[in-house]
């Protein structure tokens, strides 16, 4: 409702996707002009589900590294573009009784289905080969099962990758006739118990003007910023603000033994409000992005200059091992479908209040406000 009044876009990022090779991400139908939402009561199928975990003991809570969503600036394949599952740990330091050499931890199937894979998967090293059953993909797993045969929900269907620490586990659903990536840890989904207590944070805020050239990273995200910084006390013509907002996680797991090996998340809803410091006005209301399923959007509208990509576990132990690991993630609120500025022109010049809330999947929110004055 406020797009065509307050709001200039620009469409430098959008036009940097043909630069940007992006993920296997298939892009449903947008619901309510909310990037990644789905309709609340969404109703998500399966074949036959055992719920639980996909690595032993199954009934236990595992820790996740990698979460849905987090920017892959440089990843290990090469591609740019959101994290389109979870990573979840396995302490490759303790590989199960009965691995075979170069594996490390059995894969049980949550959904039952016609297990699939790449061609000629046993010849790929360990890293690149992944399993498929019913609505789930299992990555960096060493199948143990042949293409074509029927799973049942609960059977092992392969084995992680030893010195990978991790299966990156991928869910997709149908909406609207797409098939679409969606967050596995979903509510009513598969992975049970699962618990976070800790809310997002919203740490930083900063004000800067659109940029003199396109932050167009390819394969690494550590391209110059040429957007310059505006202080709060005095906006002007069109401003981006960005937000320095992750998730931390309340459960760590076997990665409480080093400090270096937790990583925090994107969160999984980011919205903001501004309003006027007198009288209380609402000048603007909106939600950038909701990951229930894959944005429809390129990841660089939502990710700003100065975010750092998570060290995988195989950098992050070495050797050398590293001090520190997890990434940093700057998002942009205003941004939804293109890069998105608040025109203040459209405004009075005076006092004005912005809010900045980021939710978790469990329902977790935190925000930040900050006082900020617009002069013309």
């Not at 799973?151 to 392969?158: E, L, S, T």
């Not at 195989?314 to 890069?339: H, I, N, Y």
Request: charged fraction near 15%; aromatic fraction near 10%; charge should be positive.
């Amino acid at each position: 409702m406020f797009g065509g009044v307050f709001f200039a876009s620009a469409g430098v990022v959008g036009a940097s996707t043909a630069r940007v090779p992006t993920q296997p991400t298939p892009n449903g139908p947008v619901y309510l002009g909310v990037p990644g939402a789905l309709p609340p009561g969404f109703a998500y199928a399966y074949d036959s589900l055992s719920r639980g975990w996909p690595v032993s003991p199954r009934a236990v809570q595992h820790p996740i590294r990698g979460s849905f969503i987090d920017p892959r600036g440089a990843d290990d394949n090469g591609l740019s573009g959101y994290h389109f599952g979870i990573d979840i740990n396995v302490d490759d330091t303790r590989p199960e009784a009965g691995a075979p050499t170069g594996l490390s931890h059995r894969v049980y199937a949550l959904d039952a289905g016609v297990a699939s894979m790449p061609a000629s998967v046993q010849s790929r090293r360990c890293v690149n080969r992944r399993v498929e059953a019913g609505h789930f993909s299992y990555w960096h797993v060493s199948p143990t099962v042949p293409a074509g045969t029927r799973v049942r929900a609960g059977q092992q269907i392969g084995w992680t990758c030893l010195g990978v620490w991790h299966v990156h586990l991928s869910e997709w659903q149908k909406y609207g006739g797409v098939r679409v990536w969606v967050d596995p840890l979903h509510h009513g989904g598969a992975l049970l118990p699962y618990v976070d207590a800790a809310a997002p944070v919203v740490s930083q805020t900063l004000f800067v003007t659109p940029p003199a050239h396109p932050w167009l990273p390819v394969k690494s995200l550590k391209e110059p910023d040429t957007a310059t910084s505006l202080p709060a006390t005095g906006l002007h013509g069109l401003v981006e603000l960005r937000v320095l907002a992750f998730d931390p996680q309340s459960f760590l797991g076997f990665l409480a033994r080093n400090p270096a090996w937790p990583t925090v998340w994107t969160p999984h809803k980011l919205s903001v409000e501004i309003r006027a410091q007198r009288g209380g006005r609402i000048v603007l209301r909106r939600t950038s992005f909701e990951a229930d399923q894959m944005p429809q959007t390129p990841y660089l509208v939502h990710y700003a200059p100065g975010t750092v990509e998570d060290d995988n576990m195989q950098e992050c132990v070495g050797p050398p091992q590293l001090a520190k690991c997890d990434g940093v993630t700057w998002l942009r609120p205003l941004s939804r479908f293109r890069q998105e500025f608040w025109d203040t022109r459209k405004v009075a010049n005076g006092d004005y209040r912005i809010t900045v809330r980021a939710g978790d999947i469990a329902g977790n929110v935190g925000a930040k406000t900050v006082a900020v004055t617009v002069k013309n």
